[in-house]
């Protein structure tokens, strides 16, 4: 179920160079949200920019939560690249914003009792949707790959380094922190040691480009594996039919990355028409 509802700013923060985190107060989404899932976001409360905002929530609190002064809210961790992002940048504590959400399909966890290893891949501010993920899974032996353009792309790295059963890699492409190279190509240097694992389970999300050459190594792979598309999006709601992929599934070629996604099998996905 999809609210549209007021949510209340919290924080709103600087991170690091162009990225920022935005802490929202919504019970009744923080209260409804599984990873993956995602809000679409008014910028302001004027009418322009016309278009929402979709944002992958990277953390959220339900009221059932140990942490008493989270309960309730949620973050979205977000670049300033355009106008809408960059009107979110300048929101005050307390200020209203309107939401819609939670919305879209999000990923499909492994079956409890599992003893499953788990990898994550994420790559710039797709790591956003693995945030969440890591904390339901923190139980798990989980290898995490990260990477970014630069160092400065490396985001909460704390985060995924934390937990004893967490393993990090990092990536950057100039080679300015971690190892030289994408994501991707850092991945494939160590999926030689998970060959014997029979039950793996892979969870990605980041740009086409990476997420097209992660599905070329992992296709023909039986394991379990995840992508969460990025889109641009109208309405959020399936209604526009603007952020449609292309799918093998010959019922239902056409599927919406906002209503059938955002999260798919990677193996459903018609890669060469992404």
């Known amino acids: 179920?999809?609210?549209?509802?007021?949510?209340?700013?919290?924080?709103?923060?600087?991170?690091?160079?162009s990225y920022y985190l935005l802490e929202l107060k919504?019970?009744?989404?923080?209260?409804?949200?599984?990873?993956?899932?995602?809000?679409m976001l008014k910028p302001s409360s004027q009418n322009y920019p016309l278009l929402r905002r979709p944002f992958s929530l990277s953390k959220f609190y339900p009221m059932n939560h140990p942490d008493k002064s989270k309960r309730g809210q949620f973050s979205i961790l977000y670049?300033?690249?355009?106008l809408g992002t960059e009107m979110m940048s300048h929101l005050k504590e307390d200020q209203k914003i309107n939401l819609i959400g939670p919305l879209g399909n999000g990923y499909i966890l492994p079956p409890l009792p599992s003893p499953s290893t788990i990898i994550l891949i994420g790559g710039g501010i797709g790591i956003a949707s693995l945030l969440s993920l890591k904390e339901v899974l923190k139980d798990h032996i989980l290898f995490v790959f990260i990477g970014g353009k630069t160092k400065e792309d490396i985001l909460c790295?704390?985060?995924f380094r934390r937990g004893k059963n967490t393993t990090l890699y990092i990536a950057t492409e100039d080679g300015s922190y971690g190892e030289k190279g994408t994501v991707v190509k850092l991945f494939v240097s160590r999926m030689s040691q998970f060959s014997s694992e029979k039950d793996l389970y892979v969870y990605s999300c980041g740009p086409s480009g990476m997420l097209k050459s992660l599905a070329k190594k992992l296709i023909r792979k039986r394991w379990f594996v995840q992508v969460s598309l990025e889109s641009r999006m109208a309405c959020g709601i399936g209604a526009c039919w603007g952020c449609v992929v292309k799918t093998i599934d010959s019922n239902n070629p056409y599927q919406r990355v906002c209503k059938e996604g955002p999260v798919f099998?990677?193996?459903?996905?018609?890669?060469?028409n992404l």
């Open 1 to 17: 179920m999809a609210y549209q509802i007021d949510g209340i700013v919290v924080k709103n923060r600087n991170i690091q160079s």
């Open 26 to 39: 919504c019970p009744p989404i923080a209260n409804k949200a599984r990873p993956g899932q995602f809000v």
């Open 79 to 82: 670049k300033k690249v355009g």
């Open 265 to 272: 099998n990677l193996k459903e996905v018609d890669w060469e």
């Open 157 to 159: 790295e704390k985060e």
